[in-house]
């Protein structure tokens, strides 16, 4: 009998296919306790109390509900948006425009950005905590945590050495939608801010800030995104990710994060992580001469660390902007 994989229940949380996850899950009984807690919060729509903030619990239960009407409900993404926006425009005292039912996906993400981000935060704030909105592949969701200290690290990357800012944050109580599907088991590690400082989620990197870890999955792929910002004025979110991922791979240690980003590519453009992994894949098939099925992990294991560090960074050398 087949037995129960991580790594491939994982694969399809990053792939925001959560309903696939679950029925992937249930054929374990061994997973007991995690079948009964993905029964609970999604099957009876049990919402988590992260802390004990009314005003904040108020806001994050908007959100659980949009995660709930999107991976497992599976509602449309613009009908999804749209009972977010009513909802907060609700909680906000706010006039909801007459023509809603008209309005695009971007329309929707424009309302949620301009209009309803900036209270939320304000409000958050208020009750000491700091808070980011925005999407995080191709979904709406929030990141709220208690503290932030700043401190300064040198970057090595294959064109230049960069001197960053890094803001360590502590107390999380959301990371978005990925961690709320995977019970905080995956989810954002950190991110590259407009403000040109990088942004770290330090309780995910308990062997500390000199582990491979952090010095490439984190450090070295969020400085490439503030380099990129600059080389690249309006990349996409997908290229983003596409030259951030190369970095990783040109740098890694062994396979692990090979094998990581081989589960969780995706041919879906608004999943920009899935989709840079995917194209990844795609072109370092091409590249080393992977003429099966390139997201079968067993036609990839001939090759050495070396042999794909080597290939990912003629990939970063030949990068030109539209590329995927």
Request: proline share 4%; glycine share 4%.
């Amino acid at each position: 009998m087949e037995k129960y994989s991580q790594a491939e229940f994982w694969r399809y949380l990053l792939q925001g296919k959560l309903k696939k996850a679950f029925v992937y899950l249930k054929q374990f009984p061994d997973q007991k306790k995690l079948i009964l807690q993905y029964q609970e919060r999604f099957e009876q729509n049990k919402f988590p109390v992260p802390c004990d903030n009314e005003k904040i619990l108020r806001i994050l239960n908007i959100f659980y509900s949009y995660y709930h009407r999107v991976f497992w409900e599976q509602l449309e993404e613009e009908k999804a948006k749209k009972k977010l926006i009513e909802q907060f425009f609700s909680l906000l005292s706010l006039s909801l425009p007459e023509n809603l039912d008209e309005y695009s996906s971007d329309q929707l993400d424009e309302i949620v950005k301009s209009q309803i981000d900036p209270l939320l935060q304000a409000q958050v704030e208020s009750e000491g905590y700091h808070y980011l909105g925005g999407i995080t592949q191709g979904f709406l969701g929030p990141y709220i945590w208690k503290s932030s200290q700043p401190d300064t690290f040198l970057v090595q990357l294959p064109t230049q050495t960069m001197s960053v800012t890094v803001n360590m944050l502590r107390g999380f109580i959301s990371r978005s939608w990925l961690d709320y599907i995977s019970f905080g088991e995956i989810g954002a590690d950190g991110w590259a801010g407009e403000d040109n400082q990088l942004y770290c989620v330090i309780e995910s990197y308990a062997e500390g800030t000199q582990s491979d870890i952090f010095q490439i999955n984190y450090l070295k792929h969020e400085a490439q995104h503030l380099l990129d910002y600059q080389l690249f004025p309006g990349i996409s979110s997908a290229e983003l990710e596409y030259r951030a991922k190369l970095i990783e791979l040109i740098y890694q240690k062994g396979k692990q994060r090979f094998y990581r980003f081989l589960r969780e590519a995706d041919n879906n453009p608004k999943n920009s992580h899935s989709y840079a992994s995917f194209c990844i894949m795609q072109n370092l098939a091409k590249r080393l001469n992977i003429n099966q099925d390139p997201s079968t992990p067993d036609n990839w294991e001939h090759l050495t660390t070396e042999q794909i560090s080597s290939a990912a960074l003629q990939l970063y050398q030949e990068y030109q902007p539209g590329i995927i």
